[in-house]
């Protein structure tokens, strides 16, 4: 018996697992897919917002700015990389100049700190690579940058350190309400939690009707991107957004906390839950909209791109509530859904102590987590002293971004295990660079095969059917 269930793996899930597991709770978090983060939260804009777009009064605006103020510790303490690189929402003409103001004010509203309004020269001052055409910008230096994957998976590894459970591949099949709990089947696997908190992104609203909640309903929003090499990391130094439409906050540029450049999203709204295809109507919209914003951008730099589904629902705010005796909902989390992830976190482990569950503080509850990236940071005597105490670390398997085999190995050895390349590339960046993969996947290959103690055929890029090697093309000798 568990003390709470949460239904999905996602940087909300994972935050709220984390956020519970300071108590003496016992605390199981299920996840259909292979591994952490494989809904919106490796498909994202990483994007710390800082909180002058959602309505004054809303769940959204209100767990925007507090995630916001709190998310430069989180990462800290779970050893992510955060950048406070600001942001800057851009205006063409009057009606841009006229959203510009009431964002402002918006954003006053809401709490927001040390907004300005920057007219064009004060706009091409701090970022020159900005189109001549620019007339005014919104400038919120409390915006800032994060890795969403790198965030959700180092949350749930410090969950599952301090006692948290993970089953993965566990879909979800029905909730039944027994006497003092839930029974929570999967095809293969039944578990049973005095509390369920239903995290579960785009099927948030299938679990809810689970338990008899039909009060909402989720639809997917895609949202394309197309990423840049890393020589292209500079062409910008702050997150930069167009004016806003209904449809969220258009077409941004931005780097990354990895020295990349992200451009995108597209947002169209959709019906099918599962289809992430990349379309060149949406390429054709983020390199137009792009350029007309950064005209320096080089998209022949470009060295992938990807798809990601928005939990978007029909009652335009977060949908936070307990519609059922112990069951909390945790749905309809898009944008700015990632900053307000901690603050979420914090609300649910409320919302529980008033639905009757006891929160006793652990003795022994370490909040801290060891950075993946540690070893990239070290100095060079730092890491000759690391190989000689493992000479692993010395041999490089990634050339693109310089990924060692010791990375590698701990990686896998460290909660939540990878199971499969992609966990291995969102972990350590190896298969992310130019090549993606073309080099080095042979070698993770047989790193996760012996790691995992099975067959080099069994390797798959992402669970499920997606082999990478189908059979041998010459048998051993």
Do not use: W
Not at 150 to 174: C, H, P, Q, Y
């Amino acid at each position: 018996m568990y003390d709470v269930a949460v239904i999905g793996a996602g940087v909300t899930g994972g935050l709220i697992a984390r956020t519970l597991s300071a108590y003496d709770l016992k605390i199981v978090i299920l996840e259909k897919e292979n591994d952490v983060a494989m809904g919106a939260t490796k498909a994202n804009s990483a994007i710390v917002h800082a909180g002058f777009d959602a309505k004054e009064g809303s769940n959204k605006a209100k767990f925007n700015v507090l995630g916001s103020k709190m998310m430069a510790k989180v990462c800290a303490q779970l050893g992510v990389k955060y950048k406070n690189n600001g942001s800057l929402v851009i205006g063409f003409n009057e009606e841009d100049e006229k959203t510009v103001k009431e964002l402002y004010e918006r954003g006053i509203k809401n709490g927001v700190e040390r907004l300005e309004i920057l007219d064009k020269e004060g706009v091409k001052k701090i970022e020159p690579n900005i189109s001549d055409n620019v007339t005014c910008a919104l400038y919120a230096p409390t915006g800032a940058i994060v890795c969403p994957y790198e965030l959700t998976v180092a949350a749930i590894g410090n969950a599952m350190d301090n006692g948290a459970e993970l089953k993965r591949n566990f879909k979800v099949l029905s909730i039944t309400k027994k006497d003092d709990s839930y029974e929570i089947k999967s095809e293969n696997e039944k578990v049973f939690a005095k509390y369920v908190v239903n995290a579960a992104g785009l099927f948030a609203d299938e679990i809810a009707s689970m338990v008899g909640d039909n009060s909402f309903k989720i639809h997917p929003r895609r949202g394309e991107y197309i990423l840049l090499d890393k020589e292209c990391g500079s062409i910008v130094s702050h997150t930069i957004f167009r004016t806003p439409s209904k449809m969220g906050k258009g077409i941004l540029v931005s780097p990354t906390v990895d020295g990349n450049l992200l451009t995108g999203p597209t947002s169209v709204d959709m019906e099918d839950k599962n289809d992430n295809t990349t379309t060149s109507e949406g390429f054709s919209k983020i390199i137009k909209e792009t350029l007309e914003d950064v005209p320096s951008v080089p998209f022949n730099k470009s060295i992938t791109s990807f798809c990601g589904l928005r939990a978007a629902s029909d009652i335009g705010d977060f949908i936070i509530n307990s519609p059922k005796e112990n069951f909390i909902n945790v749905a309809g989390i898009e944008s700015p859904g990632l900053t307000s992830a901690p603050a979420i976190g914090l609300h649910i482990a409320d919302m529980l102590k008033e639905l009757g569950l006891t929160l006793n503080k652990k003795e022994n509850y370490n909040p801290e987590r060891k950075p993946m990236h540690y070893f990239k940071e070290a100095s060079i005597e730092e890491k000759n002293e690391i190989i000689k105490k493992d000479k692993s670390f010395g041999k490089i398997i990634c050339r693109c971004e310089t990924v060692t085999e010791g990375e590698i190995k701990e990686a896998i050895r460290t909660n939540p295990k990878p199971l499969d390349l992609d966990g291995v590339k969102r972990r350590t960046r190896a298969q992310m660079g130019r090549c993606q993969g073309g080099f080095c996947m042979p070698y993770i290959v047989e790193l996760l095969a012996k790691e995992l103690g099975i067959k080099y055929e069994e390797v798959t890029k992402m669970g499920g059917n997606s082999l990478v090697n189908v059979s041998k093309t010459k048998e051993d000798k």
